[in-house]
């Protein structure tokens, strides 16, 4: 996942949470954290959505927990929805 990719992380059935995340690949502004995110492959600076944070949230995300990439279309749709659960986009 590179700057620019869109995925989903799907926690509504895995944590009783009522909503998947839906985020962003970004890069950081700031280069002391682009020198940490050069020595840390596992993580990805983000910008992250859901319908309990709909203006979103910056913070590092572990490319393991992201379950899907999306296209910007499934991602602009999902925004344009309000950030509903993965599966009213997907099918």
């Not at 944590?15 to 020198?35: A, F, K, Q, T």
Request: hydrophobic share 35%.
């Amino acid at each position: 996942m590179s700057p620019g990719d869109h995925f989903v992380q799907l926690v509504g059935d895995k944590m009783n949470i009522p909503c998947d995340i839906y985020g962003e690949v970004i890069e950081s502004e700031y280069e002391e954290d682009r020198l940490m995110l050069a020595t840390r492959p596992e993580l990805r600076l983000c910008k992250c959505y859901s319908p309990l944070c709909v203006e979103g949230e910056y913070g590092n995300i572990y490319v393991a927990t992201m379950t899907k990439q999306l296209t910007c279309f499934q991602f602009e749709t999902a925004r344009a929805r309000g950030w509903p659960p993965w599966e009213t986009i997907s099918s």
